[in-house]
């Protein structure tokens, strides 16, 4: 069974309006979850991660996301949207042991003007 | 440093043809993986090395050969490749320590099988 969901394979925003990308995991999931960037034609880059601790994760580029285990999710939001962020993002949490990671199918963030 | 190197940055090979893609990192992480990633795909894991030995191969045909020289490299040999291959392939590295899982990947070599 798959361990993360994303809902919205495509999300489209107006620059500067609020950005809620969706994420949600399996129960069996370990408690770490993470979200990553793919720019076009690049790898992957970590955004933030949740390691236990406080729910609600600062990450890089102004983007936070809040760990709630009543709702099994991890959505990722940034206040105001800007052009740069367009890009692929991928919920992600480990799976099977070991140092497996699976991700979600990913979510296109569009922006614009 | 966080930062994982790959080469080369394009690749085209025919499918007789035999070529290596290449990693490194030197952030001490001592767990190495290997990524397949098709358009619009998530990537999909293929090799986890962890201390230099290969502890996850996830059923990869043959034609791709792993192999991890050190703790800092590692190498993806490919031979008689098939056009469906051709794909972005990422390397990614993770410390090899208990709670600490996020990986970090590198920018990924684009290779065209003809």
């Known amino acids: 069974a798959q361990s993360v969901t994303q809902l919205g394979s495509h999300v489209s925003v107006s620059e500067g309006a609020l950005v809620l990308l969706r994420c949600n995991y399996s129960?069996?999931?370990?408690?770490?979850l993470f979200w990553y960037v793919q720019y076009p034609n690049q790898g992957l880059q970590l955004l933030l991660k949740?390691?236990?601790?406080a729910t609600l994760v600062k990450g890089i580029n102004g983007f936070e996301a809040e760990f709630k285990k009543s709702e099994t999710s991890f959505h990722l939001t940034k206040p105001s949207a800007h052009m740069s962020d367009a890009a692929e993002y991928f919920c992600?949490?480990?799976w099977g042991g070991g140092n497996k990671l699976t991700f979600g199918t990913g979510t296109q963030l569009k922006v614009e003007l | 440093d966080t930062e994982v190197t790959q080469t080369p940055k394009h690749l085209v090979m025919g499918m007789t043809n035999k070529k290596s893609l290449k990693c490194e990192q030197h952030?001490?992480?001592?767990?190495m993986y290997w990524y397949k990633q098709k358009a619009k795909k998530p990537p999909e894991l293929m090799f986890v090395?962890?201390?230099?030995?290969?502890?996850i191969n996830e059923s990869v045909p043959s034609r791709f050969s792993p192999e991890c020289p050190n703790s800092s490299l590692l190498n993806l040999h490919l031979h008689a490749l098939q056009p469906e291959d051709s794909a972005l392939y990422l390397c990614?590295?993770?410390?090899?320590?208990?709670?600490?899982?996020?990986?970090?990947f590198g920018p990924g070599t684009r290779l065209t099988v003809t």
């Open positions: 990614a590295s993770s410390q090899q320590a208990a709670g600490v899982v996020e990986q970090y």
């Open positions: 952030m001490g992480h001592r767990a």
């Open positions: 090395y962890s201390y230099e030995k290969l502890s």
């Open positions: 129960s069996s999931v370990p408690p770490y």
């Open positions: 949740y390691t236990t601790g």
């Open positions: 992600a949490a480990p």
